[in-house]
Each structure stands twice: as C-alpha cells, then as structure tokens.
C-alpha cells in the first residue's frame, strides 16, 4: 500500500511549513473552505472514520453531538498522551511531522465549530514538546492558526499542554480534568463531553493518528479513503510492533491486515527463528493471542470475536523464550502503579494481584492463587467506573486462558523455568 499518512516519514525537514506546504501540505484548508462545515462533517461521517485512541467510536459521529450543542467556545482536543506500553504510532506526528496533525485539527475543528484547541502531549515526548511549539508558532505567522484563517471569518486557536506522566490521563475525562489543572480522575457521565467538557464547555478529543486521517479524508475524497482497509473498520492505520521480532517498528497498513501478516511479512517473523509464543494486539490491555489466531484480522470486529480487542494496535509479540507469567506479572504492575485509586475494585485488585503474581513467579506460589486470580478479575469487571481496571484484567485472564500450564508449572517447581525473578512491587 502507498503510504499516506507516513508518506512523509522520510522527507527532510518535514517539520518545517515551508517544507510542509511544498510536499502537498494544508492543500486540504483551500477545500474546506469552498465546502462549509456541514459538507466537511458529512464527509468525515461518510469516509467511517473511527477513533484510533483505542475505544473506536465513530469520529463523524462524536462530532455531530458538539456540533448540536448550542454553546461557544467548543473545543477540540488532540489526545496525543499516548501512554499504552508498546504503543508508539502518534510519535512520529509529534516529533516529526507536526503540521500534518495541526492541519488534522483545524479542518476537524471547523466542521465542529471549534474556536479552541489542545494537543495534550505525554510528559515523555520532550522533542515533540518543543517541534509541536515550533511548528504551532509558524503556523500562526502563515495565519494558518488564529483569527480570521486564510481571510475567512474561521478562527482557531492551538496550544500544547504537557501531562506529567499518569496513563490515566490518557482516558479523555480525565486528560480534562488534568488539563483543567486538577488530578487526573475519570468523570462520571453524563453530562457527556459534547455539552460538559474542557472548563464545562462542548469538546471533542480526538486521537492524534485520528485526527491525522481527516486532511487526507478531504483531500481524496470519502470514497476513495474508505476504500482502503476492510469494511467495519476502514483507512490506513499505524501499527507499531514491538517484542521478539526481525524487524520491529511502525508500519503504515490498511486496516484489515491479519496479524500473520503483520508478524511475518513486516516484522520479519520472530527473532533468531524462534517459535511464536503469544502476541498482543492492541497494547497491553488487549487480551493475548496465540498462534492459532494467525490469521485473524486487525481489526474491530475479527478481533473482538477473537475475544481480544485492536486497542491502539499496538502489537507485541512473545517468542517461546518469554515468559508469560512474568509478562503478565509486569503488566499488573503497570496498572497498579497507573490505578488512580479512587475505585476500590481496581485500586485494591491491581494491588492484590500483582502480589499474587509475583509470588507465583517467584516460586512461592499456590495452586489456589489462581482461582484468587480469576476471582479479582471478575469483581474487577464492571465494576469501575473507567476502563483501566476492564483493561488491567485482559492480560490475566487470557494468560490464564490460553497458558495456565505454565502458572501451574511455576507453582510445582517453584519458581521460572526461565529463570525469571519478580519484585512484589513495581
Ligand atoms: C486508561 C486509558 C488510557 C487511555 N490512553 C489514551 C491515549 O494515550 N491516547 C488516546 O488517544 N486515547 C487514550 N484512551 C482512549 C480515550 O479515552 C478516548 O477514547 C480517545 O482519546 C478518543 O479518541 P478517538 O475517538 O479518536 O480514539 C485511553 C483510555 C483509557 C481508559
């Protein structure tokens, strides 16, 4: 597939409007403003863009409800925190290709009447910290940013706003929240973000790889976009792959690719010939495959059938050599140190496990601990108020699904057969 929307991986100096401007870039500006809103938002909702920050809710939709709220300023927000391990496919917009996600955001912001913006950028991207402030200041001198856009009565307005390194605020209510200077807490809905978002105002975030989409919706045309990928789920996408593999990175693909695919053609097959253990699809949220769902497609539904989920497709791959209890173990102990604490299931469950886990790692554990383990997973299902605690239970229970021999192997030898050890704490 040609690449779209990493087609300018590879160009120098990318990050600079000139640059930008002379490789095609905000072409699609010129159209928008022949267009109107209305046709804007209508060909964002015809294309079948969804979310790419992991929920993949129909974006043409979730613009529709701001753009029925009668209430100014709206806001659109860039949901670039981009905290998932192994998930690294929003970094090369942020530190290399900034213009294309700030043209993303003023044609999504005019086709929702927005007057304000946020990139809300991880703490630990510092070089797109500083690309981002120089790429939003030029575009302010091309008056491609600010009052009265290009001559037209449109004006948007664009700043970035650091987190401080909580995953959680990855989750959209409670990046606003963190963005309003408060902690980084889920609110409860409703009242929902297209009446009651940034400082009580109608807001849209967005995904940055979402947003990203949108020029390129415009400039080819819905049709054409759609056409790409597979039916339920269409476009190009950025798969980031990672783990035990010949040649991990990202990879621009359409939407659709199976993960033999992926693992294999792109990825070069597992490192040093070894055997495919398990694989992750979506971040470590998303429940663990293995082999046998090679040919499963990435994408919304096949996955979900598959009992997993795409999540921000970001793909890590376990060759024989991993070991999966001491994965799952690492995982925990992410989510427990990302738990916000204010539900009891998943700030007390996250800390239980991880426990639990790192016993049983380290040979101390019992053949009990992992109906314990089952247990907590099911108080923590559908039980918290946000997904962090839904997420943190996938790795646990597919683990325990497709690898329970190896729990149990660890429980009878006491300890790694790999030779691994745990901390009982991250
Ligand atoms: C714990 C948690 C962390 C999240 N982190 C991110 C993130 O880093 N980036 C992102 O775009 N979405 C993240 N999301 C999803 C957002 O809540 C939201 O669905 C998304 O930003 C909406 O954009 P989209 O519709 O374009 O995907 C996270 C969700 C949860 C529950």
């Not at 999504?108 to 797109?128: D, H, M, N, Q, V």
Request: charged residues 25%.
């Amino acid at each position: 597939m040609e690449k779209i929307l990493l087609k300018n991986a590879d160009v120098p100096n990318i990050n600079d409007v000139d640059v930008y401007i002379a490789h095609g870039g905000y072409k699609s500006l010129d159209k928008i403003f022949q267009m109107g809103p209305a046709a804007v938002l209508e060909e964002v909702k015809r294309s079948g863009l969804r979310g790419r920050g992991g929920a993949w809710f129909p974006a043409g939709m979730k613009w529709q409800f701001c753009v029925e709220v009668n209430k100014f300023p709206k806001y659109l927000i860039a949901n670039a925190d981009e905290g998932e391990p192994a998930t690294f496919k929003d970094r090369p917009f942020l530190e290399k290709d900034p213009h294309q996600l700030i043209e993303g955001m003023i044609v999504s912001a005019y086709a929702i009447g927005a007057s304000k913006g946020y990139i809300y950028l991880r703490g630990e991207y510092p070089t797109g910290y500083k690309v981002l402030n120089a790429a939003i200041d030029q575009a302010y001198k091309k008056n491609l940013l600010g009052n009265n856009i290009k001559g037209t009565d449109f004006s948007f307005d664009l700043a970035v706003h650091r987190g401080a390194g909580a995953y959680i605020c990855g989750e959209a209510s409670a990046l606003i929240e963190s963005l309003e200077g408060k902690r980084g807490q889920f609110r409860v809905r409703p009242p929902y973000m297209a009446t009651h978002g940034a400082f009580g105002m109608p807001t849209v975030v967005n995904n940055v790889e979402t947003l990203v989409n949108v020029s390129h919706i415009i400039n080819g045309g819905a049709d054409w976009w759609s056409s790409i990928g597979s039916k339920d789920s269409p476009g190009p996408k950025v798969f980031g792959i990672s783990g035990h593999l010949q040649k991990p990175g990202l990879y621009e693909l359409p939407m659709g690719v199976t993960l033999r695919e992926l693992i294999y053609e792109h990825g070069g097959g597992i490192k040093d010939g070894k055997e495919l253990k398990a694989v992750i699809p979506g971040g470590v949220s998303t429940a663990m495959l293995t082999p046998e769902h090679l040919d499963i497609k990435m994408d919304v539904k096949s996955l979900q059938t598959a009992g997993s989920a795409i999540g921000s497709g970001a793909t890590t791959v376990m060759s024989e050599d991993a070991c999966v209890v001491h994965m799952v173990w690492r995982a925990m102990a992410f989510f427990y140190h990302e738990s916000c604490g204010r539900c009891t299931p998943c700030r007390e469950g996250t800390d239980w496990m991880v426990k639990i886990l790192a016993r049983i790692e380290n040979g101390e554990g019992r053949m009990e601990d992992l109906k314990i383990l089952e247990d907590v997973c099911h108080t923590i299902h559908n039980n918290c108020f946000c997904p962090l605690g839904e997420g943190a239970v996938n790795p646990v229970l597919s683990g325990l699904k497709y690898f329970r021999a190896d729990f149990e192997e660890h429980i009878r030898t006491r300890g790694c057969p790999k030779g691994l050890r745990a901390r009982a704490r991250h």
